[in-house]
């Protein structure tokens, strides 16, 4: 209904809303419903149908492309906040309202413990607190901010934009001789590099601070040697075996 609504009206375009789109409409209806019911509104919350949503594509840089990114970035903060993003895979908005207060430089760590969204700061997309070890570069990166307001990152004391952030990582793009990237694609940077490395996946959903381990498997492609490992126990030696006389 909602998808049939959208396209009548021409809000969806000629195609209507993608799976996705349709699945977060549900997401927030069903949250409603939820309340409703709690608050004994409604006698049950009734069953949705979710949209199958095909596997996305997600564009990430390999180690010397991330290298690179960095080395390009304008030094000071943006160049700390881009090598914040790749070694943390912090989203966004968590970058933007990432508080001096969260930062430990000399235990090497960062509590990541709200996010700024369109000059609103609130939690985090899950609500979840979480902490996540910073690299030696991302200490180093750290200690060139000037730690004179509240937050890390900041425009001359106002909160940051998404208008006003994608021009300082494009401009490091151009000089690292990459495409333009969107700030997801650090994120993505963060958690493919970590699988490649053969973390496991659970690590990596916690690092990510994700709700459920769907959006983490989107990674498990790129570790194909922890696969090989795993089916290789199988050539090992045969421990143990009771074999059962033929009748």
């Known amino acids: 209904e909602i998808y049939a609504a959208e396209k009548a009206r021409g809000g969806a375009g000629k195609k209507g809303l993608s799976p996705k789109s349709i699945n977060n409409h549900l997401t927030v209806l069903r949250k409603c419903l939820s309340l409703a019911h709690q608050y004994g509104e409604i006698a049950s919350v009734p069953a949705l149908t979710w949209r199958k949503v095909p596997q996305q ?7 010397a492309e991330a290298d690179r990114l960095i080395a390009a970035a304008e030094p000071g903060m943006w160049r700390a906040m881009i090598t914040v993003a790749l070694r943390t895979g ?6 933007f309202g990432l508080r001096w207060q969260d930062v430990d430089l000399e235990a090497g760590r960062v509590t990541v413990a709200q996010a700024s969204v369109r000059g609103s700061t609130g939690p985090t997309k899950n609500g979840k607190v979480r902490t996540v070890p910073l690299t030696r570069d991302a200490i180093a ?4 901010v000037k730690a004179d307001r509240e937050i890390v990152f900041h425009a001359k004391g106002k909160a940051l934009t998404r208008g006003l952030t994608k021009w300082p990582l494009w401009r490091a793009c ?3 001789r990459l495409e333009r990237l969107q700030w997801h694609a650090l994120r993505h940077t963060f958690a493919s590099h970590l699988a ?6 659970r690590v990596i959903m916690e690092l990510l601070g994700h709700s459920t381990m769907t959006m983490t498997l989107r990674y498990a492609h790129l570790s194909p040697s922890s696969l090989t490992d795993a089916v290789a126990l199988l050539d090992g030696p045969q421990l143990g075996i009771i074999k059962h006389p033929q009748n």
């Open 90 to 95: 912090m989203r966004r908005g968590e970058l």
């Open 141 to 144: 990166a750290l200690r060139t």
């Open 174 to 176: 151009e000089g690292a």
């Open 57 to 63: 594509k997600f564009r990430f840089l390999d180690f």
């Open 196 to 201: 490649m490395r053969g973390v496991p996946m």
